[in-house]
């Protein structure tokens, strides 16, 4: 469930300096974190052509087009309704959200089993395939320790704190995957480096915002799912777009082509 930044202030508790402040700062600070991550995944990307064939490519995009599908499945719009919330969220409600990501992380996790148990991806990526949707899929429950501190900051405006777990997060990623081509795992690298990502994120965010995880479930936030709900769908055409797309295109090509087409989108 990833925060998307908003300039809202949910609170009263900081003064319009503190504001304008904290505004100024979270976009320089998003606008660079953006320069740094598109230069290290570009740079990453070009050392990769040289060790990874296009069918390796296209293994990994089929996997990360599939998975962006199920991506719908585990937001229901929670973070962004606690966020946009004029007072503070309450503890319960916290949990609550914390819980029904969990559940829907979960979910993602079993709907990636059985895909994997009929062999609906393997016949396109052989058991590679199988592995990368794992991981890839038993990181979203892990990165969903990494909501409620993001929410947090979020509201008071802490958007150069929220950065640096991404940073490290990527820096991680592409240094294990390097690292794992170069010594001849091929395409695998790329659980082994989802699979760092995810732990490395979680303990980064933790070390800047300390939550208390709960399991819980409070009537009263049903007025958040209304919200939520109704701001997840304002992506779900998009998601259509992004992903359905480029997964109809890599069931009808070979994947050495379908390759090309997610080293290029990359």
Do not use: C
């Not at 929220?162 to 091929?186: A, H, M, R, S, Y």
């Not at 490395?200 to 965010?205: D, E, F």
């Not at 300390?210 to 998009?238: K, M, V, Y």
């Amino acid at each position: 469930m990833q925060v998307e930044p908003s300039l809202q202030l949910p609170t009263s508790e900081l003064s319009t300096s503190d504001v304008k402040r904290r505004s100024i700062g979270g976009a320089l600070s998003y606008f660079s974190r953006t320069i740094l991550l598109l230069l290290i995944n570009i740079g990453t990307m070009f050392v990769l052509s040289g060790k990874l064939n296009p069918s390796e490519f296209g293994i990994y995009g089929v996997v990360v087009q599939f998975v962006g599908l199920l991506v719908f499945v585990s937001d229901v719009g929670l973070a962004a309704a606690l966020v946009q919330k004029k007072s503070d969220p309450s503890r319960s409600e916290l949990i609550t959200a914390f819980t029904v990501q969990q559940f829907l992380s979960w979910l993602i996790v079993l709907l990636s089993l059985v895909v994997i148990q009929f062999g609906w991806l393997s016949q396109k990526t052989g058991p590679v395939g199988n592995w990368i949707l794992l991981v890839m899929a038993l990181s979203f429950p892990i990165a969903g320790f990494k909501t409620i501190p993001s929410i947090l900051l979020e509201r008071k405006l802490e958007y150069s704190k929220l950065v640096f777990p991404q940073i490290i997060e990527t820096i991680v990623f592409n240094g294990v995957l390097v690292w794992l081509v170069f010594t001849d795992k091929g395409v695998i690298a790329y659980a082994y480096a989802i699979a760092a990502r995810s732990i490395v994120g979680v303990m980064a965010m933790y070390l800047i915002k300390p939550w208390l995880p709960g399991l819980g479930f409070e009537r009263s936030t049903w007025h958040l799912f209304r919200f939520g709900i109704a701001f997840q769908l304002n992506d779900f055409l998009a998601r259509i777009k992004d992903q359905l797309f480029y997964l109809v295109l890599a069931y009808f090509l070979p994947l050495q082509q379908f390759g090309y087409i997610q080293w290029a989108k990359n």
